[in-house]
């Protein structure tokens, strides 16, 4: 009975961690969160606090800054004002001054040159996590061309890979993300494997070979063809190895099918920099024989 109260009561919370991650450009008050999540408004605030290990005014604008952050390293066209706008600030000194106080960092100095490792430590982690109806479908994966880069090392290091990836793509258009897929290879599980042993290789499709004398040590590859067990997962990309997780613990096991020797590989449909995390797709490939 108790564990049936308790799990109310987080999915009550969780009503309002989805609310707000999909309103960041919203007035998010008191009174409404405590409306969607059904409890007291006069208690709401401190109930909110001690599930989550902060007001919630500071959650929000931890969601709000860490958008924010993803925006100012991927966009670097997009002009400061426009991201503290739309991070709720009504100029950019303050959302300066309060994004220095979170990060270490002004927005110019972040944008410049993010340091992701310090990145992770500082953010708090989302505290919503969809809970996914996992749809497996087989389908037949055709032979893929790729232009790859191989990241080795802290997983919280794959955007600033994915940031040289970026650069690669746009200096030589060999690649372009318009009219190209992307895909991360997993090698190895992060929440299993050391850091300085892990390897994830993010790629996107070509139509032929690419030169391989270019300073960003950008390769040819090759995602082989044949038979895959494919899920959906919409959300954070934090999340993904959940997803992936279940693949191999539920799916799997039940479905009687046999895993072919090449990793577990992810599709991006989008990216967190262009749409809200909420609105992240990715498709998940798990090879079979």
């Given at each position: 009975?108790?564990?049936?109260?308790?799990?109310?009561?987080?999915?009550?919370?969780?009503?309002?961690?989805?609310?707000?991650?999909?309103?960041?450009?919203?007035?998010?008050?008191?009174?409404?969160?405590?409306?969607?999540?059904?409890?007291?408004?006069?208690?709401?605030?401190?109930?909110?606090?001690?599930?989550?290990?902060?007001?919630?005014?500071?959650?929000?604008?931890?969601?709000?800054?860490?958008?924010?952050?993803?925006?100012?390293?991927?966009?670097?066209?997009?002009?400061?004002?426009?991201?503290?706008?739309?991070?709720?600030?009504?100029?950019?000194?303050?959302?300066?001054?309060?994004?220095?106080?979170?990060?270490?960092?002004?927005?110019?100095?972040?944008?410049?040159?993010?340091?992701?490792?310090?990145?992770?430590?500082?953010?708090?982690?989302?505290?919503?996590?969809?809970?996914?109806?996992?749809?497996?479908?087989?389908?037949?994966?055709?032979?893929?061309?790729?232009?790859?880069?191989?990241?080795?090392?802290?997983?919280?290091?794959?955007?600033?890979?994915?940031?040289?990836?970026?650069?690669?793509?746009?200096?030589?258009?060999?690649?372009?993300?318009?009219?190209?897929?992307?895909?991360?290879?997993?090698?190895?599980?992060?929440?299993?494997?050391?850091?300085?042993?892990?390897?994830?290789?993010?790629?996107g499709s070509v139509n032929a070979p690419i030169p391989e004398?270019?300073?960003?040590?950008?390769?040819?590859?090759?995602?082989?063809?044949?038979?895959?067990?494919?899920?959906?997962?919409?959300?954070?990309?934090?999340?993904l190895t959940e997803s992936a997780r279940r693949l191999y613990?539920?799916?799997?096991?039940?479905?009687?099918?046999?895993?072919?020797?090449?990793?577990?590989?992810?599709?991006?449909?989008?990216?967190?920099?262009?749409?809200?995390?909420?609105?992240?797709?990715?498709?998940?490939?798990?090879?079979?024989?």
């Amino acid at each position: 009975m108790f564990d049936d109260k308790t799990d109310a009561y987080a999915r009550r919370f969780n009503k309002v961690f989805s609310y707000i991650e999909q309103h960041l450009d919203d007035p998010l008050t008191v009174e409404l969160l405590s409306e969607i999540a059904h409890f007291s408004p006069f208690h709401f605030h401190r109930q909110f606090t001690t599930y989550c290990g902060m007001p919630i005014g500071r959650y929000i604008q931890w969601m709000r800054i860490r958008r924010a952050s993803y925006r100012l390293a991927f966009n670097p066209l997009e002009k400061i004002i426009d991201i503290a706008l739309d991070a709720g600030f009504q100029n950019p000194e303050s959302f300066s001054r309060a994004f220095k106080q979170a990060l270490g960092k002004t927005p110019s100095q972040f944008r410049q040159q993010p340091d992701w490792l310090d990145w992770h430590q500082r953010i708090p982690e989302q505290k919503y996590i969809r809970t996914q109806t996992m749809e497996v479908k087989i389908v037949s994966f055709p032979d893929t061309p790729i232009a790859m880069l191989t990241h080795r090392g802290s997983p919280d290091l794959i955007n600033a890979t994915a940031t040289h990836f970026i650069e690669w793509r746009k200096s030589t258009g060999l690649s372009p993300v318009c009219t190209s897929q992307t895909y991360g290879i997993a090698f190895h599980d992060p929440e299993t494997t050391a850091a300085e042993e892990f390897r994830f290789d993010i790629s996107g499709s070509v139509n032929a070979p690419i030169p391989e004398d270019n300073p960003f040590g950008v390769v040819n590859g090759l995602i082989p063809g044949g038979r895959c067990a494919v899920a959906r997962h919409q959300g954070s990309h934090q999340t993904l190895t959940e997803s992936a997780r279940r693949l191999y613990s539920e799916w799997l096991p039940a479905s009687g099918e046999e895993l072919r020797d090449f990793p577990l590989y992810f599709h991006y449909f989008n990216f967190v920099h262009e749409v809200a995390e909420h609105e992240l797709l990715t498709d998940i490939y798990l090879p079979l024989k």
